[in-house]
Nanobody
Framework: QVQLVESGGGLVQAGGSLRLSCAAS?????????????MGWYRQVPGKQRELVAS???????NYADSVKGRFTISRDNAKNTMYLQMNSLTPEDTAVYYC?????????????WGQGTQVTVSS
């Protein structure tokens, strides 16, 4: 079993920055053995489907939603079993619950592990 815990959310004004962290614990060795090395940040707002914000593969390849390109940066520190999302130039449209996810590349959303989410609120 794997547990993911997000932190770093909060209330910021437009134009500000936040850094989210996702700490993984549990059977990390098992994840690695299974090749479940893809990690990602998703967000969800009322009335909208949970959407991918950014992802990073075990090899370090990254992908970003068009809405956050140039503003957000995803990274991971495998030694600490932690993933980060640096969010800059935040806008009210970034307000959402942000979720950490880990699983097999291309299928993490459906069969991967999820954290409990952390609220990000951006005031205008």
């Amino acid at each position: 079993q794997v547990q993911l815990v997000e932190s770093g959310g909060g209330l910021v004004q437009a134009g500000g920055s936040l850094r989210l962290s996702c700490a993984a614990s549990g059977s990390i060795f098992r994840l690695n053995a299974m090749g479940w090395n893809a990690m990602g940040w998703y967000r969800q707002v009322p009335g909208k489907q949970r959407e991918l914000v950014a992802s990073i593969t075990g090899g370090g390849s990254t992908n970003y939603a068009d809405s956050v390109k140039g503003r957000f940066t995803i990274s991971r520190d495998n030694a600490k079993n932690t993933m980060y999302l640096q969010m800059n130039s935040l806008t009210p449209e970034d307000t959402a619950v942000y979720y950490c996810n880990v699983g097999p590349r291309g299928r993490s959303y459906t069969i991967g592990y999820w954290g409990q989410g952390t609220q990000v609120t951006v005031s205008s």
